[in-house]
């Protein structure tokens, strides 16, 4: 069914040529970081209620036992963590909230950073397909005389620019735009964890205070 559409010279411009161009505009880490988000794709979004229930409860421990016995609490979300580290070491308030901003800002730059190679996937491809279409085009009209050449440049021609299209269309834009929305719906539920750590910290500050002095 689909032998007609399979031409390995017009595979190699298009998707050879489109992953040698990420690799040249695109620094290794981003470039694995992307191909390793595509195992969170099927994933459902992040939500923050888990790690919004761990925080009240470490709030009762903490105010029942001290904020000292936080530090023996097994923690496995790694912002909550951050923080839970940060309160039991005296870092105030605005420490914390420092720590989570930063967190939750270097994670959303890592998911972009993902879903721009998967963009550039959609921005290259037919770039490449319209490269190996003219590479067809020339290849056909220098042989002119000879009827098998001819068929096989114009369906290089035609098919990189249907391997160029698909691959933006099917492959680089709905992998990008899912990603965005993953990340995106992460780092708006992840903030939900500023508010309840900050007032904790702000409850247990003084107790370290009192200690200092």
Known sequence: MFA??????AAAFVVGGTFVA????????DLARAIRALGTLGRKPFSAEEGLGQIAALGRIAKRHG???LDRSR??????ADAI???VDGVGPDGVAATLRHRNEARAERHLAAADMWTAVA???PALGMIGTLVGLVRMFMAMTDPTAIGQAMAVALLSTLYGAVLAALVGMPIAGRLRRLGRAEAFERARFEAPLVALARRERPQ????AE
């Open 4 to 9: 007609p559409y399979a031409d390995p010279v």
């Open 85 to 87: 580290a940060a309160i």
């Open 67 to 69: 904020v000292m016995t």
């Open 22 to 29: 990420l690799l040249i505009r695109t620094p290794p880490a």
């Open 208 to 211: 370290f205070r009192e200690a």
């Open 123 to 125: 921005e290259l491809a």
């Open 75 to 80: 923690i496995t979300d790694p912002d909550i």
